[in-house]
T-cell receptor, first 112, second 113 residues
Framework: KAGVTQTPRYLIKTRGQQVTLSCSPI?????VSWYQQTPGQGLQFLFE???????NKGNFPGRFSGRQFSNSRSEMNVSTLELGDSALYLC???????????FGPGTRLTVT | SQQGEEDPQALSIQEGENATMNCSYK?????LQWYRQNSGRGLVHLIL?????REKHSGRLRVTLDTSKKSSSLLITASRAADTASYFC?????????????FGKGTLLTVNP
């Protein structure tokens, strides 16, 4: 079974631009979550989607948004990029039960 | 905020030795999971232990959970150079329909050949 895939793997953007990251979950997984990882703050939860609905949201500004499509694929968008948005963005998918989350390889975003 | 806090922050051992990492958390949890991350790559799920379980094994991994002390430990036996990675504990303290994991800052394990 194919794992979680994320595209692109690497991205360089300029401050003020916006970016869209994509995640394809494991087949049959309907829950998709996004996390941001930085050296300073570690791994932080962004949001979770299930059946095209956002069920939970972390403590991030409104510049961070996401959506999920009917095939469970998900995108996250960051608008008006700031230098501090440079991070590894990880997507994870899971079945409803059991609760193990399976992570993709991540998208490394660099904001200059 | 960080729920899980791993201890130690860094651990260096020789191949063949055992490695023990600890995790403490603050609130009641549904389950606790351990993940491995190799040098800035994605997280690999290692093991999940539910709040009503005390110990779980998977290959060379042994995880314990003490909910009264709000702590967990991960033991890797007979370590190999390939075990070199960062290890994170993550707690699920939300209801099943509002799922999110809260991660600690991790333990960097170095296994020297």
């Amino acid at each position: 079974k194919a794992g979680v895939t994320q595209t692109p793997r690497y991205l360089i953007k300029t401050r003020g631009q916006q970016v869209t990251l994509s995640c394809s979950p494991i087949s049959g997984h309907r829950s998709v979550s996004w996390y941001q990882q930085t050296p300073g703050q570690g791994l932080q939860f962004l949001f979770e989607y299930f059946s095209e609905t956002q069920r939970n949201k972390g403590n991030f500004p409104g510049r961070f948004s996401g959506r999920q499509f009917s095939n469970s694929r998900s995108e996250m968008n960051v608008s008006t990029l700031e230098l501090g948005d440079s991070a590894l963005y990880l997507c994870a998918s899971r079945r409803e039960y059991p609760y193990e989350q399976y992570f993709g390889p991540g998208t490394r975003l660099t904001v200059t | 905020s960080q729920q899980g806090e791993e201890d130690p922050q860094a651990l260096s051992i020789q191949e063949g030795e055992n490695a023990t990492m600890n995790c403490s958390y603050k609130t009641s949890i549904n389950n606790l999971q351990w993940y491995r991350q190799n040098s800035g790559r994605g997280l690999v799920h290692l093991i999940l232990i539910r709040s009503n379980e005390r110990e779980k094994h998977s290959g060379r991994l042994r995880v314990t959970l003490d909910t009264s002390k709000k702590s967990s430990s991960l033991l890797i036996t007979a370590s190999r150079a390939a075990d070199t990675a960062s290890y994170f504990c993550a707690t699920d303290d939300s209801g099943g329909s509002n799922y999110k994991l809260t991660f600690g800052k991790g333990t960097l394990l170095t296994v020297n050949p």
